[in-house]
Nanobody, 129 residues
């Protein structure tokens, strides 16, 4: 299993950015997939997750209405579209997967992240004010 993130960088507040996670070694139709973020000096948090176990999608309150997670099965890719970026969105973003998925998306996103089986290397997103 491999997860490779791309698309990060330095952007100004109010702009948009799309992160990509190219996956291999598993079937996105059967695995949980999610995006996590670790801001400077803070614990890692689950910000957007999707689980095929019940078709659910979860968004943290901090990103709800601004971020969206999409999957392109033809490219084995997972995207995080981020709109109206704010300085507090700054952090290292990780793509994670586990499966076969048995739980709703919210439980993967808010539960003990260290138990998730597969992680990307992380990518930096910096939002300047």
């Amino acid at each position: 299993v491999q997860l490779v993130e791309s698309g990060g960088g330095l952007v100004q507040a109010g702009t948009s950015l799309r992160l990509s996670c190219i996956t291999s070694g598993f079937n996105l139709d059967h695995y949980f997939i999610g995006w996590f973020r670790q801001a400077p000096g803070k614990e890692r948090e689950g910000i957007s997750c999707r689980s095929p176990s019940d078709g659910s999608t979860y968004y943290a309150d901090s990103v709800k209405g601004r971020f969206s997670i999409t999957i392109d099965n033809s490219k084995n890719a997972v995207y995080l579209q981020m709109e109206e970026l704010m300085p507090e969105d700054t952090g290292v973003y990780y793509c994670a997967a586990d499966g076969p998925a048995m739980l709703p998306a919210s439980m993967y996103c808010t539960g003990p992240h260290q138990l998730l089986a597969h992680w990307g290397q992380g990518i930096q997103v910096t939002v300047s004010s």
